[in-house]
Structure formats: structure tokens, C-alpha cells
């Protein structure tokens, strides 16, 4: 899916809104556990009941991998149940020496290896050029780098400052040198404010994936306020707030309840730039 389709999926269904599928055994349904797999029809009804209200859906690969085979079953079944028309974001926040790092890539982008062709992978950039790379050698796949993340740890370095410019800032401005808009995305935690105003200063036109409204507390008005584009620009992620609203038998429809409601907050931005 290039920027053009992302575009026109967020015009279409007023939403920038992508639902993560951090799907945990131990945190869904119990009357699903009845089920040959029920991370697999957890995921299955969960994306049937909000596929119309966001245009993303993020598979932290981490919570697949824990499960051994089986987890790795569901990870491949779940991304080939997603619909086609929706961004797909492999979650794995890969990046290592370059021919490993081809390996990574293999993974999650070449279907002829590994049943999988997300979208995109989040990559962490530490290891730099030569690791982010291969990545990007898949043509119409995006790499979504890590630049300042949500999490308290954030602090430890990506705010460290070296030249005038912080860490998480030398990240942005180094990696378009090796890619555009049009291939890559930079994570910024929706915990982060104002900061989005210096992001926008190195990246006015890169989408942002915004990882951190609903179960982090971040604001989607400010994340709005500081960072959208003419073009909206951000791809925001929501995910425990969403897939977990209700544990009881009406689980989708609570996941779709909380969906809307963020849709619509989300309609309500985009018509300030001229999205209605
Ligand atoms: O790359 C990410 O997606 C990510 C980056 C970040 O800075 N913060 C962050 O929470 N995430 C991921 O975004 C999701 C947030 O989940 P919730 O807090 O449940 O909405 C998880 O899959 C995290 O691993």
C-alpha cells in the first residue's frame, strides 16, 4: 500500500486509526479457549467487527512469538485474514548486521519464504544504514523506524543531546538519507506532546505511526495539534483499550464500540483540515 492509498483509505473512512492485535491467551474470552485456536478467532472476529472504522491493523509480533509454533500459526493465519484495502504493520522492531537483517526482512515482507508480506515492519535504527537497508530493498514496503518512543525509557537515550540536536532527531534527519516519504514512517509515542513540533521540523511529510492513546493515556487532541499534515500524516494505534473493552461473550461488538468512538473523534480532526 503506497502514501497515495493511505491517503485515500483515510479520506474514505475519516480515520487515521490502526487497531494493534497484541493478542494475549490469557486475556481473552474464556469461551473462545474452546476453540483449535482462539488467538486465531479472537483476531478473526475482532477484525471482522472494526475493519470500516480504521485503516491499519499493527501485529506485535511479540505476542505470537512467545507461543512457539503455534504462536507463529496464528501470526501467518491472522495476517492472511486481514483485509487487503487495510495497512498491515508487522510489529517485530527488528534491525541487525545487513545480511541478517535481509533474514528479517525475508520474514516478514517475502511471501514465497515465509507465507507473510505485511506492509510495513518496525525496525529500531540503533545499528544503523547497513541494518535498515535490506529493509528497504522490498519495493512498495515501508520500513516504520523508531524515533521517539512512548515508553518512560525514551529518556535513557533518544533525548540524549549531541551537536545541538537529540539523539531521536539525528535518527530522522541521518535516515532520509537512505529513504523517502514514500518507503518510510517514524514511530512517535502519542505520550510525547509537543515534541511532535521539533519531529515536524525534520519530517513535515513522513506519516508518523502514533502508538500510545487508550491504555498509555495519550492525547489524541494533542498528538492532532502538533503533528498532523495537510495530508493527516499520522497512522495512530490503539490497541489493548480496543481489543480488550470486554472479555464477556460480546467482546467484538465492545471492541467496535471503543473503535467508533475514537473513529469519530478522528472525523472530527480530519474536518479541521478539510477531511469530511
Ligand atoms: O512500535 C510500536 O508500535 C510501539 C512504540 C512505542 O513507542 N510504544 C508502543 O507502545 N508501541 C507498541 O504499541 C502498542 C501499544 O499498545 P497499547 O498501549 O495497548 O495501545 C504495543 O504493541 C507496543 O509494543
Not at 62 to 83: D, H, M, R, V
Not at 151 to 162: A, P, T
Not at 241 to 250: C, F, K, Q, R, T
Request: charged share 25%.
Amino acid at each position: 500500500m503506497n502514501k497515495a492509498a493511505i491517503i485515500k483509505a483515510i479520506k474514505e473512512k475519516k480515520s487515521f486509526l490502526s487497531i494493534g492485535l497484541d493478542t494475549d491467551i490469557t486475556k481473552i474470552p474464556k469461551h473462545l479457549l474452546s476453540y483449535d485456536n482462539p488467538v486465531l478467532e479472537f483476531n478473526k472476529q475482532i477484525i471482522d467487527a472494526t475493519a470500516d472504522l480504521c485503516i491499519s491493523y499493527k501485529i506485535n509480533t511479540a505476542f505470537y512469538e512467545c507461543n512457539g509454533l503455534k504462536g507463529w500459526e496464528s501470526l501467518i493465519k491472522t495476517y492472511q485474514y486481514l483485509p487487503k484495502n487495510t495497512f498491515s504493520i508487522a510489529d517485530a522492531k527488528r534491525g541487525d548486521i545487513g545480511n541478517t537483517s535481509s533474514m528479517y526482512a525475508k520474514a516478514f515482507f517475502d511471501e514465497s519464504a515465509s507465507e507473510m508480506s505485511f506492509d510495513s515492519v518496525t525496525v529500531a535504527p540503533y545499528m544503523g544504514k547497513d541494518s535498515v537497508s535490506p529493509f528497504l530493498a522490498f519495493k512498495d514496503k515501508w520500513v516504520i523506524l523508531l524515533a521517539l518512543t512512548s515508553n518512560e525509557g525514551s529518556h535513557d537515550f533518544q533525548r540524549l543531546k549531541d551537536h545541538d540536536a537529540m539523539l531521536f532527531e539525528h535518527v530522522i534527519k541521518k535516515s532520509q538519507e537512505w529513504a523517502t516519504d514514500e518507503n518510510m514512517m517514524y514511530v512517535v509515542g502519542a505520550t510525547r506532546g509537543e515534541a511532535f513540533l521539533e519531529i515536524r521540523k525534520h519530517a513535515p511529510h513522513h506519516f508518523l505511526l502514533v502508538p500510545g492513546v487508550g491504555a498509555q493515556g495519550g492525547s489524541l487532541a494533542d498528538v492532532c495539534k502538533y503533528g498532523m499534515t495537510t495530508d493527516c500524516g499520522l497512522i495512530v494505534n490503539s490497541s489493548r483499550a480496543i481489543i480488550y473493552a470486554s472479555n464477556g461473550e460480546d467482546f467484538a461488538e465492545a471492541a467496535r464500540e471503543q473503535a467508533l468512538l475514537v473513529q469519530q473523534e478522528m472525523a472530527a480532526e480530519l474536518q479541521k483540515i478539510g477531511i469530511s
